[in-house]
């Protein structure tokens, strides 16, 4: 389990930044890690700005919600920079589905962390064809520390780590749940692929 490094009120003001990166494939529990981290934060008495991708709005429109129904409050947005404009005086910045931002969302994570921030993101690593989803392969560069998480294989309960897309459809990004993806292990995932 990961520990929260300085988590309270009593840290130096001149705490050091830094990036924390959760990933992994589809129902592996990414952002329920992420509302598990941001609300200990809170008990904490941090001050805490959630971020996501506008365009994700599978359960909530405002909040980030979990496969297992679990949310926490909100801020959709539609660009990676328009996060620099809302974090305001915050100690930790949430940030889920991170794949869905542009490339800047690197600069942008580097420069809250430079800012003293703790820098929390969510998100896939790999896309549909088992390829590195831009731009985590960056996050997973710059980050101190990184949180790979499985789901279970949908064929044959092994641990998973890719996202098996069930339409032939070709789009990268491409919204969906249970009834577009299985959580896949590599063997089950390769075999089908062919």
């Given at each position: 389990m990961f520990?929260?490094?300085?988590?309270?009120?009593?840290?130096?003001?001149?705490?050091?930044?830094?990036?924390?990166?959760?990933?992994?494939?589809?129902?592996?529990?990414?952002?329920?890690?992420?509302?598990?981290?941001?609300?200990?934060a809170l008990i904490a008495k941090q001050r805490v700005e959630i971020f996501k991708p506008a365009v994700d709005t599978r359960y909530h429109t405002y909040n980030v919600v979990s496969h297992n129904?679990?949310?926490?409050?909100?801020?959709?947005?539609?660009?990676?920079?328009?996060?620099?404009?809302?974090?305001?005086?915050?100690?930790?910045?949430?940030?889920?589905?991170?794949q869905f931002f542009d490339q800047q969302i690197v600069s942008v994570a580097n420069k809250l962390a430079s800012l003293g921030k703790r820098v929390i993101l969510a998100?896939?690593?790999?896309?549909?064809e088992g390829q590195p989803f831009e731009p985590m392969p960056q996050l997973l560069a710059i980050a101190?520390?990184?949180?790979k998480v499985h789901a279970i294989c949908m064929k044959c309960g092994d641990l998973a780590s890719y996202s098996f897309r069930l339409s032939?459809?070709?789009?990268?990004?491409m919204l969906g749940e249970k009834d577009a993806y299985e959580a896949r292990c590599r063997k089950c995932f390769y075999?089908?692929?062919?």
């Open positions: 520990i929260e490094p300085l988590i309270g009120n009593n840290h130096p003001k001149s705490q050091k930044g830094h990036i924390e990166v959760i990933c992994g494939s589809m129902f592996s529990g990414k952002t329920e890690e992420l509302i598990r981290r941001l609300n200990r129904e679990n949310e926490i409050r909100s801020t959709p947005v539609n660009f990676a920079d328009d996060i620099m404009l809302l974090a305001g005086d915050c100690d930790v910045i949430g940030i889920d589905e991170v998100g896939l690593d790999m896309d549909f101190e520390y990184v949180t032939g459809e070709k789009r990268k990004v075999e089908e692929k062919k």
